[in-house]
């Protein structure tokens, strides 16, 4: 139904930074919002930052004034610019659309598989 792809992530050292894109192709459905969520080892998955519709953006505490994320909706896609990266960071991190609505099942989440963010000290 809806696919979402990421790329961007890899090895980058302390104080440098990443780009993340997420593409999302197959059925376009409305949505509420798209976000970058990440997962370190052995922790849970938690939100990184988050885009709305009206394009409000919400963003973790732990990354505000580093990260930013923007979308082009002509291509249907997000990015997730990350600055002054820290070994805290390292996780890796997934796409999400949330709250499609889907004709006759109702509203479900969609979710990328995720690409791999090392920050090395």
């Known amino acids: 139904q809806v696919q979402l792809e990421e790329s961007g992530g890899g090895l980058v050292q302390a104080g440098g930074a990443l780009r993340l894109s997420c593409a999302a192709s197959?059925?376009?459905?409305?949505?509420?919002?798209m976000g970058w969520y990440r997962q370190a080892p052995g922790k849970q998955r938690e939100l990184v930052a988050q885009?709305?519709?009206?394009?409000?953006?919400n963003y973790a505490d732990s990354v505000k004034g580093r990260f930013t994320i923007s979308r082009d909706s002509a291509k249907n896609t997000i990015y997730l610019q990350m600055n002054s990266l820290k070994p805290e960071d390292t996780a890796v991190y997934y796409c999400?659309?949330?709250?499609?609505?889907?004709?006759?099942?109702?509203?479900?989440?969609?979710w990328g598989q995720g690409t791999q963010v090392t920050v090395s000290s």
């Open positions: 999400s659309q949330e709250g499609v609505a889907i004709p006759g099942v109702g509203s479900r989440d969609f």
């Open positions: 885009i709305t519709n009206s394009a409000y953006t």
């Open positions: 197959g059925s376009i459905f409305s949505f509420n919002a």
